[in-house]
């Protein structure tokens, strides 16, 4: 008896469903044919069961195949957030803000994006991350106290973009 899931969507900004689509147009493209290049020439080499390179592209053939089906997995299963349908100056996916940890007394830069997109380390956070999910819907001006595992954070935010 097969179960019917229903995968919740994510959240995508029009950026990074550019960014996926253009990742996966390379791979499909570009990548699939260097490898089959690497492949065909390691077979040209004779015995395939002592062939280290016929072994490495096989295993760069399958990375990039897993990579193509898990990004094709994230375009099927995201919905794209336009930022003009939010309210001027509402924080919303796709946004940019600028806050202050009350404090600490320091000014943070983050752009808001679906948790697919994340990257704490380049300032990308995710709309389901506590800091992200507090900010959803605030505006400048707006003072957000932000429940964390340790403790809470109070921010104030700066500006909207």
């Given at each position: 008896?097969?179960?019917?899931?229903?995968?919740?969507?994510?959240?995508?900004?029009?950026?990074?469903?550019?960014?996926?689509?253009?990742?996966?147009?390379?791979?499909?493209?570009?990548?699939?044919?260097?490898?089959?290049?690497?492949?065909?020439?390691?077979?040209?080499q004779?015995?395939?069961?002592?062939?280290?390179?016929?072994?490495a592209?096989?295993?760069?053939?399958r990375?990039?195949?897993?990579?193509?089906?898990e990004?094709?997995?994230?375009?099927?299963?995201?919905?794209?957030?336009?930022?003009?349908?939010?309210?001027?100056?509402?924080?919303?996916?796709?946004?940019?803000?600028?806050?202050?940890?009350?404090k600490?007394?320091?000014?943070?830069?983050?752009?808001?994006?679906?948790?697919?997109?994340?990257?704490?380390?380049?300032?990308?956070?995710?709309?389901?991350?506590?800091?992200?999910?507090?900010?959803?819907?605030?505006?400048?001006?707006?003072?957000?106290?932000?429940?964390?595992?340790?403790?809470?954070?109070?921010?104030?935010?700066?500006?909207?973009?």
């Amino acid at each position: 008896m097969e179960e019917n899931v229903v995968q919740k969507k994510q959240a995508l900004s029009a950026e990074g469903y550019k960014k996926y689509e253009e990742e996966l147009l390379y791979l499909k493209g570009v990548r699939r044919a260097e490898i089959a290049e690497k492949i065909k020439d390691a077979r040209e080499q004779g015995d395939l069961s002592e062939n280290a390179e016929y072994d490495a592209a096989k295993d760069e053939q399958r990375e990039i195949e897993m990579r193509i089906e898990e990004i094709e997995n994230i375009l099927v299963n995201s919905e794209v957030i336009d930022k003009s349908d939010l309210k001027k100056g509402t924080i919303g996916v796709g946004c940019h803000v600028k806050i202050l940890d009350v404090k600490a007394d320091e000014e943070i830069e983050y752009d808001i994006v679906g948790a697919t997109e994340a990257n704490s380390l380049s300032g990308k956070i995710s709309n389901e991350s506590p800091l992200g999910s507090a900010l959803l819907g605030k505006k400048k001006g707006d003072e957000v106290e932000v429940k964390l595992a340790r403790g809470s954070l109070k921010v104030k935010i700066l500006k909207v973009s």
